[in-house]
């Protein structure tokens, strides 16, 4: 039997990539996104291939979804809530708006797909959710806390979840990329800091610059969609998969290095021997 997958965030980046490689593989992929109308594969003439709107901030938009791919594959065995962006910057710079656009994405738009597919999967009593989190759902980095407080929110709720759901067969897994070369550092990211505030702009300049070259040399969204395919397959409980060498190497630091030692490791990479106090 074809095995249903579908992906929340899909029009580009890790989303993309991760539909691409299970259609490649055989599976029905129903790949959501905010504008379906103008994606490339939108017309896409393969019955095994279903392009249609999903926004995790409008609920109606996430049932309509759910019920599409359900008449046309009849079940879905995976389901990845992929979707968000980084807000990043000084946190005293945020606006109302901007906090609230990061959270309602990142977190409630996730909690929103996710109690949407959980009936389906009590109902045919299996399945496998994949939270798309991030290396910044275990370690931080400056200019992220509001980014950082959503990923921590992920895998909390994802290892409480899956307590849960465990005994009704259906699986949690939690995605933690590295650096990635996607518009997670463009079109879907979101910057505050005010320039007024003059006492953070030599740290910020300074940190701004290292993270464009962390993004310029960051692995490519595959590397991240063969993980998902890895955690997709996989019949053990196991909760969390690093995605990239730099998660990989990171994570493993953060938990071998004491807070202090590892503090001062982040402030020299990323700020240099700019005011490490």
């Not at 945020?94 to 109902?123: K, M, S, Y």
């Not at 045919?124 to 980095?141: C, D, E």
């Not at 200019?143 to 307590?163: D, I, P």
């Not at 994570?251 to 021997?273: D, E, K, W």
């Given at each position: ?172 897994k939690i995605i933690e990329p590295g650096p ?46 063969r993980v998902i395919w890895k955690a997709a ?5 196991k909760l969390r998969y690093p995605a990239g ?33």
């Amino acid at each position: 039997m074809t095995k249903t997958i579908l992906i929340t965030g899909a029009s580009t980046g890790i989303g993309q990539a991760t539909a691409e490689w299970f259609f490649e593989r055989g599976w029905n992929v129903a790949a959501t996104m905010r504008s379906p109308e103008s994606h490339p594969a939108a017309d896409r003439s393969d019955s095994r291939w279903l392009t249609c709107r999903l926004d995790v901030t409008d609920p109606k938009s996430i049932a309509s979804a759910l019920q599409e791919a359900l008449s046309r594959y009849g079940r879905i065995d995976v389901w990845v809530n992929n979707a968000g962006y980084g807000l990043s910057g000084t946190l005293e710079s945020a606006t109302e708006q901007q906090i609230q656009r990061q959270f309602d994405t990142n977190v409630f738009g996730l909690i929103r797909c996710t109690q949407a597919i959980l009936p389906h999967f009590r109902n045919q009593k299996s399945g496998t959710l994949i939270n798309v989190s991030s290396m910044g759902g275990r370690l931080t980095f400056p200019l992220y806390s509001l980014y950082h407080a959503t990923k921590w929110a992920v895998e909390g709720l994802s290892e409480s979840l899956q307590f849960e759901v465990r005994p009704l067969n259906i699986r949690v897994k939690i995605i933690e990329p590295g650096p990635i070369r996607t518009d997670f550092y463009d079109r879907s990211a979101d910057f505050c800091h005010n320039r007024g505030f003059t006492e953070y702009n030599e740290l910020v300049d300074q940190a701004v610059r290292t993270y464009q070259k962390a993004g310029e040399h960051g692995q490519p969204p595959e590397v991240v969609a063969r993980v998902i395919w890895k955690a997709a397959r996989d019949r053990s409980w196991k909760l969390r998969y690093p995605a990239g060498r730099d998660a990989r190497i990171l994570l493993t630091l953060r938990s071998l290095l004491p807070n202090r030692l590892y503090q001062a490791v982040v402030r020299s990479q990323v700020f240099g021997r700019t005011r490490l106090r």
